[in-house]
């Protein structure tokens, strides 16, 4: 057997994610209250499905792949190390009760508190930690409405052994 690349992301949607169906297609979500205290759900998208020809609407989660830096453990080569960085990227628009930064924060501390209880349970992952709370940034243009972008970033740790 040959050493892997090494994409957490699928494992981490399929732990933390939620089953929904929004707009009569199935996600994997991440839940939140608003300021009122209704249930929104965020879709946790790869790039690909964020950026298609058919852009996902807000509020969303896109789950980037930052690097996987990876080195050999042993004498032998046979023991692979890897570490992926992984950033959330949750875009939401204001509007009514979805308030500017808090509802950032709020989706920020749904997934921590989810990264935390399935920290050592994903199948391909040895260990995954959020090593930032997260960042804020905006784009906008004059008369479109502002898109907030709050940034989480994860580590995942796996070692494998090739056979």
Excluded: W
């Excluded at 920290?119 to 997260?134: H, K, P, Q, S, Y």
Aim: charged share 25%.
């Amino acid at each position: 057997m040959s050493v892997a690349a090494f994409d957490p992301r699928e494992d981490i949607r399929t732990a933390i994610g939620y089953a929904k169906y929004i707009r009569g297609e199935e996600f994997s979500t991440v839940s939140v209250a608003d300021s009122r205290g209704d249930a929104v759900f965020l879709p946790l998208l790869m790039p690909h499905e964020a950026h298609s020809e058919k852009p996902a609407e807000l509020p969303y989660i896109e789950m980037r792949l930052v690097s996987v830096p990876a080195s050999t453990m042993n004498i032998g080569g046979d023991v692979h190390y890897s570490e992926a960085y992984l950033d959330f990227k949750i875009s939401y628009i204001v509007r009514d009760y979805i308030d500017g930064s808090a509802f950032g924060s709020r989706v920020c501390s749904e997934i921590v508190d989810k990264i935390m209880e399935n920290r050592a349970t994903t199948n391909d992952v040895l260990f995954c930690e959020v090593i930032d709370d997260g960042r804020e940034m905006f784009e906008g243009v004059a008369g479109n409405p502002l898109v907030f972008h709050r940034i989480l970033q994860l580590k995942c740790n796996r070692i494998q052994k090739k056979s």
